[in-house]
């Protein structure tokens, strides 16, 4: 089983963000609810999550051009 949108359905999607994230109700002041946010679309086959990634990094590095984000995670908009 491959990862790409093309070779997953939402269900599996899902799966693969929960497995990869781990316990996303763990508590670290919500931190891994934003990293669930992040990859709201690559589960719905908006973006794959390489990306995803990409466009994570790059605002990591730079600082700059990259989604808002509001502590260590990810705000949607």
Do not use: W
Request: with cysteine; aromatic share 6%.
């Amino acid at each position: 089983m491959g990862i790409l949108i093309s070779e997953t359905t939402r269900e599996e999607r899902e799966r693969i963000v929960s497995e990869s994230i781990g316990n996303i109700s763990g508590s670290c002041d919500g931190c891994m609810a934003g990293l669930a946010e992040m990859y709201q679309d690559y589960i719905d086959g908006k973006k794959e999550i390489r990306e995803i990634n990409m466009e994570f990094r790059r605002g990591y590095e730079s600082g700059t051009d990259a989604p808002p984000k509001d502590g260590c995670g990810y705000v949607r908009d």
